[in-house]
């Protein structure tokens, strides 16, 4: 499967331009949105399906 599922904190530092302390920051926020409208969540994971 080559299709990618979630992005990680790394990978949303390199996208964003910011250290990888605020990436895991900016996924806390997002997961719990997600949380909150019922959606499973992964800590420190964000779904690609989600993001844009």
Do not use: H, Q
């Not at 920051?25 to 800590?43: D, Y």
Request: aromatic letters at 10%; proline letters at 4%; glycine letters at 6%.
């Amino acid at each position: 499967m080559d299709k990618k599922i979630y992005y990680n904190a790394e990978e949303v530092a390199s996208m964003l331009d910011v250290s990888i302390g605020k990436s895991y920051k900016i996924l806390r926020v997002m997961n719990t949105e997600l949380a909150r409208k019922g959606f499973l969540t992964i800590p420190g994971k964000i779904p690609v399906s989600r993001i844009f």
